[in-house]
């Protein structure tokens, strides 16, 4: 049976921009500390908005403590190389002789995919450590990753550098990054979707990278911002279509209007959830609700924290 979402040691987060990977990583966070676990969320060179989500000071590229055993860190990559090299090497004498060598350096801007390794081998050295039987820092690591393409490129690199770096410390980090990604035990990339047409195209095309390309287990797909139900499929029609029944100067214009809109909503929320359950049939859902509020704040992440735990 495999391991609750919270019961592994890493998640990675991606999905199409705008569908709010940031918001579920918050609420991840929150309700894996929630259950004790110290946590880390990690953004990739993101536009910071998670200390707006949690009512923190701002989070740049220390690692700092927004939450009884939540902390965040915004990952850059040059301090993301810097700090994943100190990690490696562990003496700052030796980190200098080789990350600070003017060859080295340019070798590493000249390579490709370095900088998405940066990120993504620091946020795997918290949650795993260096070297056989080596512990992380956290309980929990949440990436908080880029938008679709630019995540699945991140994902790419561990298997590109084993393919192409010579034996060596490098490629024997990415051979450790690649067993933690594709353990389902251990590890599982999260897909956040809107139900809405686009969205959904776009998370079934990653599900078949992760699932041919990448062999990367996905313990759920995120429903986010569900509509509760307002009109049953049968009456959608009926409400749908008033607006086109009344006169235009009747005082019930503006209800039809709202009716015509919102039943069109549902109807398309009905018709993605029906298409991702169909052709992603073992792939379990987590449906986050939309919560009505003029502003975002963190009692609203809680809420959603809640829902994921259960």
């Keep these: 049976m495999a391991p609750h979402l919270l019961d592994r040691k890493f998640l990675f987060v991606v999905g199409k921009g705008g569908v709010g990977k940031t918001t579920v990583s918050a609420a991840l966070g929150l309700a894996a500390a929630a259950k004790g676990k110290k946590t880390l969320v990690a953004m990739a060179n993101a536009k910071e908005r998670l200390s707006t989500l949690l009512d923190s000071p701002p989070i740049g590229e220390e690692v700092v403590n927004v939450a009884p055993n939540l902390d965040a860190v915004n990952m850059t990559p040059n301090a993301a190389l810097r700090e994943y090299g100190m990690m490696i090497l562990k003496i700052r004498a030796l980190y200098e002789a080789v990350f600070e060598n003017r060859l080295v350096r340019a070798f590493l801007r000249g ?115 569900v509509l509760p139900q307002l009109f049953p499929a049968g009456e959608r029609e009926a409400f749908g279509t008033l607006h086109q029944r009344i006169a235009e100067d009747s005082p019930l214009t503006n209800l039809a209007e709202a009716a015509r809109i919102r039943t069109g909503r549902e109807a398309v929320q009905e018709q993605s959830r029906a298409r991702l359950t169909r052709e992603l049939p073992d792939i379990p859902q987590v449906v986050l609700p939309h919560l009505f509020a003029p502003e975002f704040l963190r009692e609203h992440v809680e809420a959603l924290s809640k829902a994921i735990a259960r």
């Design 111 to 225: 390579t490709p995919g370095v900088e998405a390794w940066a990120m993504l081998g620091k946020a795997y050295f918290h949650a795993e450590g260096h070297g056989p039987g080596s512990k992380g820092d956290y309980d929990l690591v949440i990436l908080d990753a880029p938008a679709t393409g630019h995540g699945l490129d991140m994902l790419r690199v561990p298997q590109v550098i084993v393919d192409v770096a010579p034996p060596g410390l490098l490629r024997r980090e990415a051979e450790r990054a690649l067993d933690l990604l594709r353990d389902a035990n251990k590890s599982g990339v999260l897909m956040v979707t809107l139900l809405e047409e686009m969205p959904v195209s776009e998370t079934l095309e990653l599900h078949a990278a992760l699932k041919n390309e990448l062999r990367m287990p996905v313990p759920a797909v995120v429903l986010n911002q």
